[in-house]
């Protein structure tokens, strides 16, 4: 049991299925007090039934204010975790990366600004951020998911450099492919690169908690992933090319 969650006041955004719900699920079971967001308001009730949390469907944009009365009044914990898998490339069209741009990062950024005067005020609040391996890395065949996961990772770290020392936590999730719709989406290129070590939504609920219990900000249920950002980082032409070589082969097998 993480004693830091007991009787939170959390919401978790996009938890009508797949990391989202197992998010809700485990932060339940650690004692939090859970509202469930989704678009689909009957997903977010099914699950917030299962759980014996509170169903606030909507636009995740636009709901903490709700979210908060159903609360209590406080939000302790925000899991900003609904995203859109965009695919594509340069050419996806502005409609695409808009809806990418506005999910994927512009949502974080308007939930932490709802959220943070209350937070910043009191010296306490935790934000949780759903990435992507592909914020740390990229993700072939898919230039706005990739684009605006890098985003939303900059955007994360930012508000843990900021406002750390004035209580405030913030955890960046990065797994690769999880077992979800999400992955079902990504088409063959999910199937190359992520479907054969994808893991269950269940195990990134669990590296997230031991990042809490460990204060961690990045947290890699995928462990490997830190070896692949260090050589990134290390010798970017090298990196880059290994890369460009997996492009190939799926575009060979397309």
Same mark, same amino acid.
């Given at each position: 049991m993480v004693e830091a969650v007991r009787g939170a006041g959390v919401v978790v955004t996009g938890?009508?299925?797949?990391?989202?719900?197992? !998010?809700?699920?485990?932060?339940?079971a650690e004692g939090a007090r859970v509202v469930v967001n989704d678009l689909d308001a009957d997903? #977010?009730?099914?699950?917030? $039934? $299962?759980? @014996?949390?509170?169903?606030?469907?909507?636009?995740? +944009?636009?709901?903490?204010? *709700?979210?908060?009365?159903a609360l209590g009044g406080t939000v302790d914990v925000y899991c900003a975790n609904a995203g859109v898998a965009s695919g594509g490339s340069e050419a996806a069209g502005e409609p695409v990366w808009a809806? #990418? &741009? %506005?999910?994927?990062?512009?949502?974080?950024?308007?939930? #932490?600004?709802?959220?943070?005067?209350? &937070?910043? *005020?009191?010296? +306490?609040?935790?934000?949780? +951020?759903?990435? +992507?391996?592909a914020g740390l890395l990229t993700m072939i065949g898919?230039?706005?998911?990739?684009?605006?996961?890098? @985003?939303?990772y900059a955007f994360a770290e930012w508000l843990s450099l900021t406002y750390r020392h004035r209580g405030i936590k913030v955890h960046a999730i990065c797994p690769q492919g999880v077992r979800t %719709?999400?992955?079902d989406a990504a088409g063959t290129?999910?199937?190359?690169? !992520?479907?054969?070590?994808?893991? $269950?939504?269940a195990d990134v609920a669990d590296a997230l908690f031991e990042g809490i219990a460990q204060d961690r900000f990045l947290i890699l249920p995928h462990p490997e992933v830190a070896g692949y950002y260090q050589a990134r980082a290390g010798d970017p032409e090298r990196w880059l090319s290994t890369m460009n070589h997996i492009q190939q082969k799926w575009e060979a097998a397309e």
């Amino acid at each position: 049991m993480v004693e830091a969650v007991r009787g939170a006041g959390v919401v978790v955004t996009g938890a009508g299925g797949g990391i989202g719900a197992a !998010l809700a699920r485990r932060f339940a079971a650690e004692g939090a007090r859970v509202v469930v967001n989704d678009l689909d308001a009957d997903r #977010a009730k099914a699950v917030a $039934e $299962e759980i @014996g949390g509170i169903a606030v469907p909507g636009d995740a +944009s636009a709901i903490i204010g *709700e979210a908060r009365e159903a609360l209590g009044g406080t939000v302790d914990v925000y899991c900003a975790n609904a995203g859109v898998a965009s695919g594509g490339s340069e050419a996806a069209g502005e409609p695409v990366w808009a809806l #990418a &741009w %506005d999910v994927n990062v512009m949502a974080h950024v308007r939930a #932490a600004d709802a959220l943070l005067p209350d &937070w910043l *005020e009191r010296g +306490s609040g935790r934000f949780v +951020s759903t990435v +992507s391996a592909a914020g740390l890395l990229t993700m072939i065949g898919a230039a706005p998911y990739s684009v605006t996961k890098h @985003g939303a990772y900059a955007f994360a770290e930012w508000l843990s450099l900021t406002y750390r020392h004035r209580g405030i936590k913030v955890h960046a999730i990065c797994p690769q492919g999880v077992r979800t %719709d999400m992955l079902d989406a990504a088409g063959t290129a999910g199937d190359l690169v !992520l479907k054969p070590t994808a893991i $269950e939504p269940a195990d990134v609920a669990d590296a997230l908690f031991e990042g809490i219990a460990q204060d961690r900000f990045l947290i890699l249920p995928h462990p490997e992933v830190a070896g692949y950002y260090q050589a990134r980082a290390g010798d970017p032409e090298r990196w880059l090319s290994t890369m460009n070589h997996i492009q190939q082969k799926w575009e060979a097998a397309e």
